[in-house]
Every structure is written in structure tokens, then in C-alpha cells.
């Protein structure tokens, strides 16, 4: 298993920016994909970003162009990049882990884009 923290949520206004990052407990060297989901209130948690270990990434469509997921390898970190936040964009911010063996999830972190 593998401990998640997530953090660098805030409340932003439409057009900013702002950077989560994910820190992992051990190396994520060999975990299979880390990703970003979110889940706004009364919808479903849906994929935002993710990357493999071989650093192939993927994204939302809504967030084509928008966010960026890269990592540290060094820090054990993942992050996401957000610009051109929109008010749609609001929600809780999960940090995920995707390995053979386990399924690891953050606590969340609040994203709150004002209009």
C-alpha cells in the first residue's frame, strides 16, 4: 500500500491557476498509473488526468489543454497543473495510486472556482 497526501487547494477565481500536488508515502518508481480524479457535489468521481509508468499521460476533455499532470520521481510527488480554471472545474480533488497489488486514494483536496 501506499499513503497519499494531497494538497494546494484553495479558492481561485475563474482564469487562474492553481498546482495540487500528491505526495506519496514510499517511491512511486513502479506504480502502474497515478491519477487525478474529482468529484463535484451530487455527480459522480470521474478521471481528470493520469500517468503510467512509462509516462504516457491522458486527460479529461474537459481539461485538454488546460491541465497538466507531470511527476517527481525524486519526491514521490504527482501534480496538477490547472489554468484557465472555470467555476465547472470546482470540486474535491482526489489523488489516486493504481498498482497490481492495490488501489490507493487521498483524503481530497477542495478546488473552488469562483465566477
Known amino acids: 500500500q501506499v499513503q497519499l497526501v494531497e494538497s494546494g487547494g484553495g479558492l481561485v477565481q475563474a482564469g487562474g491557476s492553481l498546482r495540487l500536488s500528491c505526495a506519496a508515502s514510499?517511491?512511486?518508481?513502479?506504480?502502474?498509473?497515478m491519477g487525478w480524479y474529482r468529484q463535484a457535489p451530487g455527480k459522480q468521481r470521474e478521471l481528470v488526468a493520469a500517468?503510467?509508468?512509462?509516462?504516457?499521460?491522458n486527460y479529461a476533455d474537459s481539461v485538454k489543454g488546460r491541465f497538466t499532470i507531470s511527476r517527481d520521481m525524486g519526491k514521490n510527488t504527482v501534480y496538477l497543473q490547472m489554468n484557465s480554471l472555470k467555476s465547472e472545474d470546482t470540486a474535491v480533488y482526489y489523488c489516486?495510486?493504481?498498482?497490481?497489488?492495490?488501489?490507493?486514494w487521498g483524503q481530497g483536496t477542495q478546488v473552488t472556482v469562483s465566477s
Open positions: 489516486n495510486a493504481d498498482s497490481p497489488e492495490y488501489n490507493s
Open positions: 514510499r517511491s512511486i518508481f513502479s506504480i502502474k498509473a
Open positions: 500517468i503510467t509508468i512509462f509516462g504516457n499521460t
